[in-house]
């Protein structure tokens, strides 16, 4: 009963029209001097027939449609309407499976991403358990505090806070976003500068070989993130003192080509294509087993979103060596006595 009165709701306005129009042929009729009742009758009768046939004959066509829109829907796939038969019915099922496509699409987005950060969370704090037992452990000691183990574990924590800071920026990047053109070279021997701690540690060294005047488009903030990620892992996975990182910067026809190459343990060719993935450590993850497998992921991520092409390369044993690809960037003019100095490598003054 409800799919009839929705039908003839539906159809009010073309009976109201049937019926003005039937009236106003008999008054023309009338006006001509035509004064046959039963002609009259007849043919009023008939247009009520044969409006009433096509009206149930396109209710039957359209049962199937109004079944699907008055039955109280128990699950998303209940918007896919099934059967319809008549053209608008039709378009509008195609345009409902679209809608469908879409909310499907970002109702999955948004659970891998709510898992994603319920993931990393849980693993975030698992790792900082292990610096906060140490730090407990070194003030129970009766003995003068050992302030450089602190610090690490302090710097440990310090990290971690940036990690989960940096994944949750990560879900609103376009709000976050800022490009401008800045220094290249200038860049890179900041972020260098804010891993110093890291690199005397470990005790390699960075080499810098970057031309005064290349000149880039990007985020400043999120590209310290990404080429900081770089660093940190070429430095993390170069056990032997005395190795170098070299951060190279060259003019390709594509634009800018960055390149942080290490001279670590590289990375296991069944694990290169991987790496890049949400929380995968692989085979070097393990051996430190302080990794969480998100740091590549932000930086992909980041680089993606920026149109920053991004390549990893790597030979087990040998090195691995990370390239960033500008294509917005360009060398500006170079005086005559920059030109001279050209792009010496130089190690940084640690």
Request: glycine letters at 8%; charged letters at 25%.
């Amino acid at each position: 009963m409800k799919k009839l009165s929705l039908f003839l709701r539906e159809h009010l306005s073309f009976l109201a029209f049937q019926l003005i129009l039937i009236l106003f042929i008999m008054l023309l009729y009338w006006l001509d001097g035509f004064r046959n009742f039963n002609t009259a009758i007849y043919s009023i009768s008939m247009s009520m027939l044969l409006t009433s046939g096509y009206l149930l004959g396109k209710f039957i066509m359209r049962r199937s449609f109004y079944d699907a829109i008055t039955r109280k829907p128990e699950k998303m796939e209940d918007a896919l309407i099934r059967f319809a038969q008549a053209p608008e019915h039709r378009q509008t099922t195609e345009f409902t499976r679209e809608l469908y496509r879409l909310y499907q699409n970002e109702v999955q987005r948004l659970y891998a991403a709510q898992h994603r950060q319920l993931h990393f969370m849980n693993q975030w704090v698992h790792q900082m358990k292990t610096p906060i037992s140490v730090m407990g452990l070194l003030l129970q000691e009766k003995d003068d505090l050992d302030r450089d183990s602190i610090t690490e574990e302090v710097e440990k924590i310090r990290r971690g806070l940036d990690s989960v800071l940096v994944n949750a920026r990560l879900e609103t990047f376009e709000q976050d976003m800022q490009i401008e053109r800045i220094d290249l070279k200038k860049l890179v021997q900041e972020i260098v500068t804010e891993h110093k701690r890291l690199f005397i540690t470990n005790g390699v060294f960075p080499v810098i070989s970057i031309d005064d005047n290349f000149v880039v488009a990007t985020d400043v903030k999120w590209m310290k993130i990404v080429i900081g990620q770089f660093i940190t892992n070429a430095v993390k996975y170069t056990f032997d003192e005395g190795k170098k990182v070299h951060l190279i910067a060259s003019c390709t026809g594509n634009g800018l080509k960055l390149q942080i190459r290490d001279e670590g343990i590289g990375i296991p060719s069944s694990d290169l294509k991987r790496v890049t993935k949400a929380f995968f450590t692989g085979e070097n993850g393990r051996l430190t087993g302080e990794s969480t497998g998100m740091g590549l992921y932000i930086a992909s991520e980041v680089c993606n979103r920026l149109g920053h092409p991004l390549s990893i390369e790597s030979e087990k044993g040998i090195g691995t060596t990370v390239t960033v690809l500008f294509e917005n960037g360009e060398a500006g003019e170079t005086g005559e006595s920059e030109h001279n100095r050209g792009t010496d490598g130089s190690d940084e003054n640690l």
